[in-house]
């Protein structure tokens, strides 16, 4: 099998500035260019240190398209980390990835066989020059990350790690496969997990408070339900008590005794969909109306 790594840098409206292609096999550099935007003057973002100027005489990405696309044509599989981002900025330039090759993200990998036993949450790896301050590799954030041929370096070097750390001498499409089923269960497991939660009213002097809580046995009181999916059962019990919303403040519900007891009854079932859903949904309408309750992960 043919593997490749890559990494990008790009403006801040996602045109590219850099491209580095790295050789699995013998860890050499098979291509390299920065590009002048086409429809971009300048940038905000200066974590990559690419100035206009010093791209002002690179040759567009358009001009350079047909041999990025023959270098992604001839791989079975292409690295990354955090590559959904790279391959989304390889689309906007019309450069395609064809359905048969592999896409390997070294940050999965990096959660599921160095975070765990690190304590890092799912969802939560850090940067790739925290990974690598992990693994012990010198990899500066101040003066080594950010740059398209550091990061497909220490990417492959990360990844290296991992597989002689478990003593994985050859990737195939079976062990790609494999780790794919493996980390989806895992995924799914800690989305149910991280779903579970404590629901709670809090009595305040105009009336009650919903609160959203992950799993704490420390939360739980005499008004706190235990429920498998926190954000369908808040956006339930919210539709339920709409009608006894205080005028003068939305979030603070006025309470009859049969609410309270419908509260203390509720229970639901964890639905992967919905629950993403109304995360979304209630984590939105907070950072706009400041908040709905308090207290919430």
Known sequence: ???ICLDIEATDNGEMLELSIFQFDNN??????????????????????????MVKNAPSCKSERIKIQKIIDDADVIIGFALANDIKYLNRHKISIPLNIYQLDVQDWFWYYIGKENGIEFGSVPKLSKCAEILKLNFSEETEAHSATNDTKITLTIFKKILDKYNIDKITPKLIDEFKDSYIKEKRWNAEKRAKGILSLLKCSTGYILKNNLYNEEKINELSIVVNSRYIGEHEIREKFKKREFVLNSGIY?????????????????DAFKEDFYRKF??????????LDFNIR
Do not use: C
Not at 28 to 53: A, G, L, R
Not at 254 to 270: G, Q, R
Not at 282 to 291: E, L
């Open 28 to 53: 050499q550099e098979i291509y390299h260019s920065y590009f002048k935007p086409e429809n971009t003057n300048s940038w905000t973002n200066k974590v990559h240190h690419i100035t206009p100027d």
């Open 282 to 291: 209630y984590n939105a309408k907070r950072s706009r109306k400041g908040r």
């Open 254 to 270: 006025i309470l009859k005794s049969a609410d309270i007891e419908f509260f203390l009854n509720y229970s639901n079932t964890y």
């Open 1 to 3: 099998m043919r593997l």
